[in-house]
């Protein structure tokens, strides 16, 4: 199987790198300081049990790779109006499309694309992160990702990428219903890292405070409420269950979207809070508390001035 990796930072760096090392031909694209490190070193991946180099192709131009037979698409939701299009040069007649990005609107946006027959949507659930040029560190001690049909058939492309996946050692599970499955994450996720960054504390640390953790449940809800409405019911036991996952992270765990803002890098902004909003307002569920985090985070939504 030949597979480009779009986006090679901590996600996509990680699952690019277990593949390669399991024998897949796999190319990166990837941009910069972090580009140059691994074209003359290859990309470092420091484990929770140890740590090895992959020697990975690497480009900044996806033509130079060319058709494969997997685009993974991981880069962060704020670059898909450049992404989406670059990646032109590797889609052929039998390429596949997974996306493992933040949020529920990444395969509708790729598979206007490219066709919505292309794509298979889905999501990581890895704590990974760059730590210097070239050098990645897995936080999660084993990777994983769920994904799967639209219409939740258990398809031949998608069991083939599941037996590449756990080659490599990533958990993948392809799941029956996955609009279900990326909600449930928004459910836990858009509110964790929306209502943490907003507030400079982790997520953990914020439901310490009775208000906070009042908060965060209305935020939960908030989320449950526009996903019922838009198709996807969620129950009691679901919101609870979306509380317990804040609860349970460690103290001082920062998510992706606060680690951003606090290094003065873009924020994945639109992908993690405004959708939230913004469904909301397609199937008339208001979302105040939604509404308020987007106001509060969007003068940083680019970043500091020097990261651009």
């Known amino acids: 199987m030949k597979i480009a990796v779009m986006g090679a930072g901590g996600i996509g760096g990680c699952c690019g790198s277990l593949l390669a090392r399991a024998g897949f031909d796999v190319s990166l694209i990837a941009r910069g300081s972090h580009l140059a490190a691994i074209k003359e ?15 990975i192709a690497a480009t900044d131009d996806p033509s130079q790779v060319g058709p494969v037979d997997l685009v993974l698409f991981a880069v962060k939701g704020q670059q898909n109006s450049v ?3 670059l990646i032109k040069p590797m889609v052929g007649d039998n390429t596949t499309v997974l996306t493992i990005q933040n949020g529920v609107e990444s395969a509708e946006q790729i598979g206007k694309e490219y066709g919505a027959d292309r794509v298979l949507p889905g999501s990581a659930y890895l704590l990974s992160n760059i730590i210097s040029p070239g050098v990645i560190r897995q936080i999660s001690p084993v990777p994983r990702v769920a994904f799967g049909e639209s219409n939740g058939d258990r398809s031949e492309r998608a069991v083939a990428i599941q037996e590449a996946f756990a080659k490599a050692g990533i958990e993948a ?29 982790s997520p953990r640390d914020l439901v310490e405070f009775p208000e906070g953790a009042a908060m965060v449940k209305a935020a939960v809800q ?12 969620f129950s ?22 606060q680690a951003d803002l606090e290094a003065g890098r ?24 939604f509404d308020m985090l987007y106001a509060l985070l969007l003068p940083h939504v680019d970043g500091a001035p020097e990261n651009h």
């Open 173 to 201: 599970e392809i799941s029956g219903d996955i609009n279900k499955a990326l909600w449930s994450k928004l459910l836990y996720n858009s509110p964790a890292n929306g209502m943490a960054s907003a507030a400079r504390l």
């Open 266 to 289: 873009p924020l994945e902004l639109e992908a993690i809070v405004g959708a939230v909003g913004r469904i909301g307002r397609r199937v008339n569920v208001a979302t105040p508390i």
């Open 222 to 233: 908030e989320v449950a409420s526009v996903g019922t409405a838009y198709g996807i019911p």
């Open 236 to 257: 009691e036991e679901d919101v609870q269950g979306a509380l317990d996952l804040i609860a349970a992270r460690p103290m001082g765990a920062r998510g992706s979207m």
């Open 83 to 85: 992404a989406i299009p």
């Open 41 to 55: 070193q290859g990309l470092q991946l420091v484990q929770p049990d140890g740590e090895f180099t992959a020697d």
